[in-house]
């Protein structure tokens, strides 16, 4: 589980396992700790339009590192193919998500999108800042969570 409200910063990669074996040896030296955990691996995950692989290498200790992998066709993939590896997005932490959002539309921060959930999460909620009101990076803004040693997130205590 990310420490706090600065839970991930999500990379949009061409080749998930290439990635993952890559951060594996970024991490051993920079950040070893980050490899105590078991990597928490979805190979078949939808959100929106979009289907992707991804995989998350779990913290303790700070912020987590996500890896997506867009199926081909989806929104993401042309993403990719149009831009080449790069951030995604960053992603805060929050209980009470609808509200943050709508706090943040009423002091004329930019939202894009609806509130989404995976019905294999069904107690996670996320939302988006735009890119245009963060000066240039999309922001997620989702409910807490945490990884646990099946390697799948799980809703974390109320922060």
Not at 79 to 93: A, D, P, Y
Not at 103 to 114: D, H, K, S, W
Request: proline residues 7%.
């Amino acid at each position: 589980m990310p420490s706090g409200p600065f839970a991930h910063i999500c990379l949009l990669v061409k080749d998930l396992d290439k990635a993952v074996e890559d951060w594996t040896k970024i991490l051993g030296v920079l950040d070893p700790r980050q490899l105590d955990r078991k990597l928490v691996r979805y190979d078949d995950f939808e959100g929106g339009a979009d289907k992707m692989r991804w995989a998350t290498f779990v913290s303790e200790h700070g912020a987590e590192i996500q890896m997506i992998e867009p199926a081909p066709g989806t929104p993401l993939y042309q993403r990719l193919e149009k831009h080449g590896e790069h951030v995604h997005h960053i992603c805060l932490t929050t209980n009470d998500v609808e509200g943050s959002l709508e706090t943040l539309r009423g002091q004329g921060i930019e939202t894009v999108g609806e509130i989404s959930s995976d019905p294999t999460m069904s107690w996670q909620k996320w939302g988006w800042v735009s890119h245009r009101s963060a000066h240039g990076v999309l922001v997620e803004v989702a409910k807490p969570y945490e990884s646990h040693d099946d390697g799948k997130w799980h809703p974390a205590p109320p922060r």
